[in-house]
């Protein structure tokens, strides 16, 4: 939360698009530095301390598809453009208390299927919290961490981080997020998954370092950067 206090930090990096969970409103971004004033906004939530904000700081635009169904609340499906590339984003905050189907990778699960006919392997993007991970697999649940990656697989999408960094889905080097801010409490959790195309431009994925994001928040930043 308070994205106005930690925006200098993760705007060092200069990326072109930032998805960010538990994110304030946009009438409380107050940003002291005008370097943080982004350049195009939505920002979608009921609590106005907590919501999930999709912020440009390039010359990319955003535009809500019309498919986007309120009932899967923080899994939202976005047009993104600028004159060189258009491509579909689902920005991603599994975090549905509400559904007793289940709150978090259910959610996704959920999404993938509604948008089914959106998952093209060309020019997609799944990016953010999915609160969720091979470890906790229900066996006899359908609609797991694992059964979303597979189905995503099939469709030609694929974690870059996985990709990248030649790692088995539950097995992860690298945590994304600290339960509570405890270094011996480590989860992986945030993912970007993207469509074949843009997966053979892939250049690198970050993951923040403890050390220094464990003063802004329980999560680390996953930064991918893709060639242009």
């Not at 453009?81 to 258009?86: D, E």
């Not at 997609?124 to 006899?140: E, H, P, V």
Request: aromatic share 14%.
């Amino acid at each position: 939360m308070a994205f106005r206090k930690k925006a200098e930090a993760i705007l060092a990096y200069n990326p072109d698009i930032l998805i960010v969970p538990e994110c304030e409103h946009p009438d409380k971004l107050k940003f002291n530095f005008p370097t943080c004033i982004p350049k195009d906004i939505l920002w979608f939530g009921e609590n106005r301390n907590k919501g999930l904000g999709i912020f440009s700081y390039s010359d990319f635009k955003f535009k809500l598809l019309k498919i986007h169904d309120p009932a899967l609340k923080m899994i939202i499906p976005i047009s993104v453009s600028n004159q060189r590339i258009k491509f579909t984003l689902f920005a991603v905050w599994a975090n549905n208390p509400q559904d007793p189907d289940g709150h978090y990778v259910e959610q996704v699960w959920k999404a993938i299927h509604l948008y089914d006919n959106k998952l093209k392997n060309k020019r997609t993007i799944l990016a953010g919290d999915f609160n969720s991970n091979t470890i906790w697999d229900r066996k006899y649940r359908k609609g797991n961490h694992s059964h979303v990656v597979e189905y995503l697989e099939a469709k030609g999408i694929f974690s870059t981080y996985h990709l990248h960094h030649k790692q088995t889905q539950g097995k992860e080097e690298h945590p994304t997020q600290y339960m509570y801010r405890h270094r011996d409490k480590p989860y992986h959790l945030d993912y970007c998954f993207v469509s074949k195309d843009l997966a053979k431009k892939l250049k690198s994925v970050e993951i923040g370092e403890y050390d220094f994001w464990v003063k802004y928040s329980d999560h680390v930043p996953v930064i991918v950067t893709f060639d242009d």
